[in-house]
C-alpha cells in the first residue's frame, strides 16, 4: 500500500526545500514510513513528547534506545545514518581555522566535534611557533563526569610533534562549560609542565552545549 505522505514530504522537498517541511515529515522519509514518523512523534516516552529537546535528545541516542522507541535495526540505522552525515556535512562547512589566533578560533574548532558527546574527551592540539596546527589527538575518553589524564600524556604528544606550544580542550556533557576544580588543577599542572619543557600551554578550553570556557580569557591561565 503507497504510503501517500511520504509522496507529498519527497514533492515538498523537491520542490521548496527541506527546510520548508516538518520534523515529522523528514522522519517519515527517511523511515519511509509516515505512521512510524507520527508515533515516534507523539508517543508518551518518545524524545519529541511535547517537542522538548527532542533532536539534541536523539543525537544522544544509540541504536538500542532507538529500538526502545519501537524501530527495528534498519530503521534505527538509518536515522543514525542520517544523524552521523548531518555532523560530517556540518564539520565540512566549519571554517576551521587552520591557525589558532584567539581563544575563540579554538572554541570554533572544538565545538561540534564536542558539544554533543555523551563522556568526556580529552583532547591536546599542538602547534608551530606560528600557531598553526599540526596535530589534534585525543588523550582520553571518561564518565559523564570526568576524564582522567597526565601530564605526561598530553606533552609525549607535544614532544613527538615537536610543537611550539599546546592547547588542551575537554567537554562538559552536562553542557555547562564552566570549570571543575579539578581541571583547574589539571591546567596549572599542565601550566607548569609547560614552562619546563619549554612547551607553553596557550589555553584551556572547556566545551558546553553551544558555549565556552577559556582559562586564558578569564585570566586563569
Known sequence: MKDYRINESVEAIEN??????ST??????????SEKAKCL???????????????KGLLRQDSDGLKYLGLNKTEAARILASIELGMRIARLKTDEPKRITSPGDAAKFFMDRLRHETHEKFFVMTLNSKNRITKVKQISEGSLTSAVVHPREVFAQAVTAHAASILVAHNHPS?????????????????????????PLLDHVVIGDGRHYSFKEHGDL
Open 16 to 21: 521548496y526545500g527541506a527546510t520548508t517541511v
Open 175 to 199: 553542557g555547562d562549560p564552566c570549570p571543575s576544580v579539578e581541571d583547574h588543577r589539571l591546567t596549572k599542572a599542565l601550566a607548569e609542565a609547560g614552562e619546563v619543557l619549554g612547551i
Open 24 to 33: 515529522e515529515a523528514l522522519l517519515g522519509v527517511i523511515l519511509n514510513n
Open 41 to 55: 512523534m507523539h508517543k508518551e516516552d518518545s524524545l519529541f513528547a511535547g517537542q522538548l529537546d527532542g533532536l
